[in-house]
């Protein structure tokens, strides 16, 4: 999908230079990328002590 986005070109530069990604597009697929992953963790961590996995890590070592 083609899209027209004005984004300031020091920030567009400096994650190229940091990631060595060589193309615009790239880049933002990249950080588009992280950014769904980031959140997905930040909704997941809402679950932390709520979710009971009664899960026996010592019979699943010896599989």
Not at 15 to 20: F, K, P, R, S, V
Not at 48 to 60: E, F, V
Request: charged share 35%; hydrophobic share 40%; no cysteine.
């Amino acid at each position: 999908m083609r899209t027209t986005l004005d984004i300031p070109e020091n920030l567009l530069a400096e994650a190229m230079e940091l990631t060595h990604i060589s193309t615009k597009t790239e880049v933002i697929k990249e950080a588009l990328i992280n950014l769904i992953q980031k959140e997905k963790v930040k909704s997941l961590k809402n679950f932390r002590g709520k979710i009971d996995l009664s899960i026996d890590l010592d019979q699943l070592r010896k599989r």
